[in-house]
């Protein structure tokens, strides 16, 4: 659910995002600023009326922005909502794809090839092949140092593909994310049935050298949200429609793409085509 409103050049956005332990959270933006904020699920799942009245007013110019700007500082200073600033990732571009946002590589950071694949965690091809074909292809091109892999977000199968995404980088975040996405492939139960819950995806947690209060927080929060957002948006700008894909991309920045769980012989036959 989303509402904007606009005043002139600024804008104010509502994002819903799910509820947690009794609580809705939402995303409010203004001005580029995330003010994140949650309600007690009492109130019902719509944006309480005091935010969109305070908004509405700001943006109808009934109060100005040094009152709607004290309202919001109330409410900060109150402890009612917390406010953070967008983080921005340094900038990574191989073959014309954004890896800014993506968890860390596989490899040689000097391999001359790159294997990028998209991935949902609840797609049932993709752990499969994550399992089997993955460890030959480390054998083969990524230990001997031939090519780097990348692991990048294409949550397509539901909420909960969202939010074992989003988990896997706040596992990054404690230095975990290899360790923790090893966790959610032998976890793997199917689409949507539990598996990949908040609640599941935090006790999973538990089993690493994990600060737990971070980690839930940062679940609880969606601090990870906008990153898996605009993972999924650099694969929907080179087409991808489903997972697995895969792009090899050479030296010269040659591209070639994979689609669905192929075995690794084919990775090896387009790398050798490229050279």
């Known amino acids: 659910m989303c509402q904007i409103i606009f005043k002139n050049e600024n804008c104010v956005f509502f994002f819903k995002t799910r509820k947690h332990n009794g609580f809705m959270n939402y995303f409010l933006i203004i001005l580029g600023l995330i003010v994140i904020f949650s309600i007690p699920s009492v109130f019902g799942e719509e944006i309480p009326s005091w935010v969109k009245n305070s908004?509405?007013?700001w943006a109808d110019g009934t109060i100005n922005d040094r009152d709607f700007l004290n309202g919001i500082q109330y409410l900060v200073s109150n402890g009612i909502v917390s406010v953070s600033q967008?983080?921005?990732y340094d900038k990574l571009f191989i073959g014309g794809f954004d890896l800014?946002?993506?968890g860390p590589f596989e490899g040689n950071s000097y391999a001359q090839y790159t294997i990028i694949m998209?991935?949902?965690h609840q797609c049932e091809k993709c752990v499969?092949?994550?399992s089997h074909e993955k460890k030959i292809i480390d054998e083969k091109l990524i230990h001997s140092g031939i090519a780097?892999?990348?692991l990048l977000d294409y949550p397509m199968l539901g909420e909960d593909s969202v939010t074992a995404a989003e988990a896997s980088y706040c596992a990054l975040e404690q230095g975990n994310y290899f360790e923790y996405l090893d966790i959610l492939n032998k976890k793997y139960a199917g689409i949507q049935n539990g598996w990949a819950s908040v609640n599941a995806l935090v006790e999973y947690s538990k089993?690493?050298?994990?600060?737990?209060?971070e980690f839930d927080n940062c679940l609880f929060w969606d601090q990870q949200a906008l990153r898996v957002d605009y993972n999924k948006k650099v694969a929907l700008s080179h087409g991808v429609v489903g997972t697995p894909t895969f792009f090899v991309i050479g030296p010269d920045?040659?591209?070639e793409k994979i689609v669905g769980p192929q075995p690794p012989m084919i990775f090896e036959a387009v790398i050798m085509e490229m050279k």
């Not at 089993?207 to 209060?213: G, H, I, M, V, Y």
């Open 55 to 57: 908004a509405g007013w």
């Open 128 to 130: 499969n092949w994550l």
């Open 253 to 255: 920045d040659q591209i």
């Open 100 to 102: 800014s946002n993506a």
């Open 207 to 213: 089993t690493l050298d994990l600060n737990f209060d």
């Open 148 to 150: 780097k892999f990348f």
């Open 86 to 88: 967008d983080s921005s």
């Open 118 to 120: 998209f991935s949902d």
